[in-house]
Each structure stands twice: as C-alpha cells, then as structure tokens.
C-alpha cells in the first residue's frame, strides 16, 4: 500500500523503451520492506527543467537520468559530487532536504563490470571509445582513472568528440589522447592495437536491433576486449560480430546491475547484492 509518506524514486529519459530498472528497484524495495516506489518518468526535452524542479515540489528522493539528459541535467541541480563534475556526467539524483545533488554511479559500475565480469585489467592498455555523449565521458575518464596507456575517441561529429578530448587533457595531460572520425579509412589499422573496445552509442538498442554494428567488423580481432554498453538487446550486432572474430564481449547488463545498485544505496541506504539482480534479469523473457 502506498501512502503520503511514500517516497518516489524513478527513471528520466527519452525515449525509454522498456528499461528493466523499474523490476529491480522495486524488487527491492519490497523484499526490504521500504515505503518507496521506483517509476519511469518520460520526458520531452524542453520539458525537462519543469521535470526537474517538479522532483522538489513532489518531494521526490530521486532519480536515475539516461540518455540523452546526463550532461544536460547538470546545470538544473543545486549541487554536483566532484565525481560526477569531474566527468561532466550525471545519471542519479538525490533529493536531500529540497537541495537536488548530482552523482555519476556509471563511472564504479563501468569499472567493476570490466574488472569482475569480464576479468579484464585496464591498466596500460589501449582503450577505443565510440561515442561523444554523457556515457563516453563516463567511459573515458573511468579507463584514464584505472591508468588505461591511451584512450581514441571515435564520433561522428569530431567537434564534440574534441570538446571531450579537451576535458581529459586537463584531467590526465601525461595520457595519449586522440580523437577521429568514425570512417574505416581512418579506424582499421588503429584497431590491431586496441585492447579494449567501449561503443556508448545506443545503436542496435531494442527497438532498432537490426541497426548496427557501428563499426567494420572486420577491423575486430580476437586480442580484445569489446563491451556495448546496450544491453537490450543482450547481443546486439557488434557482439555478434566480435564473437566471431573471437573477441571476448560484454553488454551493457553489468554496468546497469551495478550503477543501480549504488543508486540505491545512496537514495536508501541499503546494499543490494548483486547477483539478486542478475538473476532476475536473467529471468525476464
């Protein structure tokens, strides 16, 4: 039962799809027996300032925030986790007392899905990231953080691809930066080298899972690792084409089981393990 003294959690984003968040969290929530309830919240973008302030007004304790909102909700919140500003990337908000604060949960759970799920040590290797937005930002500065030699940014529109190199290089100056085109001509040799592939993109997102892969499959190799960050579908077209070149692969489940999990800890207090939800995702057809 719910009552004025609910506390409302939820998903901003658009458009949504079907997100799994909603299942997890409120999974939760009543297995702890909490007087919350988690709901996906779809919004238009020049709606978004309104959503915002509205968390306050209804006395929200918080929200998750997907794509394409984590860097514009940044400048709509009363304080920001020097994480989080760092990145230049939001996905959880906390409602503390009125005052709406910012965090970044993607950047510990991109971290812990390399390192536990898919056994892989960052340090000193050779990181592609594909993509510009708020989640490469998160991408970029969590391998630059684990000491990653060099990081590529590959985007369509290199000025924002730039833009992103540009904050690195203030974060990390001793790091080998570069940023290019997503054209083959410019990738296929540069690819012997990866040891890690990071595709941010949504493309071959559910439901548009026949799009993709974002890049020449045969560029991939098997001497890598290669994580898509969607995980709805659970193998997108650029996993299907890094298994047969024998790559090992990773979706996007791990980081969403983990990023949710500190949420939740930050909105609740409570520590969820995570193999609760990795079971429970694994259930649903």
């Known amino acids: 039962m719910f009552d004025i003294n609910t506390r409302i959690l939820g998903l901003v984003g658009y458009p949504l799809g079907h997100s799994i968040s909603p299942l997890l969290h409120n999974s939760s929530i009543k297995k702890l027996g909490l007087n919350y309830i988690y709901l996906p919240f779809q919004v238009e973008e020049e709606r978004l300032r309104e959503a915002i302030e509205g968390l306050k007004a209804l006395n929200f304790r918080g929200v998750n ?36 604060k910012g965090y970044n949960t993607d950047f510990d759970g991109l971290i812990r899905m390399i390192r536990e799920d898919g056994n892989f040590d960052i340090k000193g290797k050779k990181v592609l990231i594909i993509g510009a937005g708020g989640t490469a ?16 940014l590959l ?30 001509v410019y990738y ?54 890094a298994g047969k070149a024998g790559a090992a692969c990773l ?27 990795r079971k429970l995702a694994k259930s649903i057809k």
Do not use: C
Request: glycine content about 6%.
């Open 65 to 100: 925030v997907t794509i394409p909102y984590k860097k514009k909700v940044l400048a709509l919140l009363d304080s920001i986790d020097p994480q989080a500003a760092r990145i230049g990337s939001v996905n959880t908000i906390v409602n503390d007392e009125g005052l709406l």
């Open 137 to 152: 930002s998160t991408a970029g500065t969590a391998v630059l953080s684990e000491g990653a030699s060099a990081v590529y």
């Open 155 to 184: 985007n369509r529109n290199s000025e924002k691809a730039e833009e992103l190199l540009k904050k690195w290089r203030e974060d990390y100056p001793d790091a080998y930066l570069k940023a290019g085109p997503l054209e083959p």
């Open 188 to 241: 296929n040799d540069l690819m012997k080298e990866i040891d890690l592939l990071v595709d941010t993109t949504p493309v071959g997102m559910a439901p548009d899972t026949d799009a993709g892969p974002v890049i020449d499959p045969a560029s991939l190799h098997s001497n890598m690792l290669v994580v898509d960050l969607v995980y709805n579908p659970e193998e997108t077209s650029l996993l299907k084409a």
């Open 251 to 277: 979706n996007g489940m791990g980081m969403l089981l983990y990023q949710g999990i500190e949420s939740f800890k930050l909105w609740t207090g409570y520590e969820i393990d995570p193999e609760e939800w």
